[in-house]
């Protein structure tokens, strides 16, 4: 069975950086369609950032120019940079991934969230 597993979050003072990975096990398949969620209390869940194998893009504009998505296919993980830290950022982070074949559900695998705290 396919598991996605994150790590990462933690607290930060504003200015600060962190780096959070979403690790896809159970599968031989690269992740074909990553995504980033967050939600913070008593907001609505908003969608970060996607990443599709061959390319990646920042969905969010709050945080253009301050996070950036990568992966390692060997490892099959998905990484989310983030710089220049805010208290607004502060939130539960989450990541899906998505993979090709009739046999994965088409709402994906989800990691179980890592907190983020941005706070002086």
């Known amino acids: 069975q396919v598991q996605v597993v994150q790590s990462g979050g933690g607290l930060v003072q504003p200015g600060g950086s962190l780096k959070l990975s979403c690790k896809a096990k159970?599968?031989?398949?690269?992740?074909?369609?990553g995504s980033w969620y967050r939600q913070a209390p008593g907001k609505q869940r908003e969608l970060v950032a996607t990443?599709?194998?061959?390319?990646?893009?920042i969905n969010l504009d709050s945080v253009k120019g301050r996070f950036t998505v990568s992966r390692d296919n060997v490892y099959n993980t998905m990484y989310l940079q983030m710089n220049n830290l805010q208290p607004e950022d502060t939130a539960v982070y989450y990541c899906?991934?998505?993979?090709?074949?009739?046999?994965?559900?088409?709402?994906?695998?989800w990691g179980q969230g890592t907190q983020v705290t941005v706070s002086s």
């Open positions: 899906n991934a998505k993979f090709l074949g009739s046999d994965h559900p088409v709402t994906g695998y």
């Open positions: 990443d599709r194998y061959d390319n990646s893009e």
């Open positions: 159970g599968t031989i398949l690269n992740i074909y369609h």
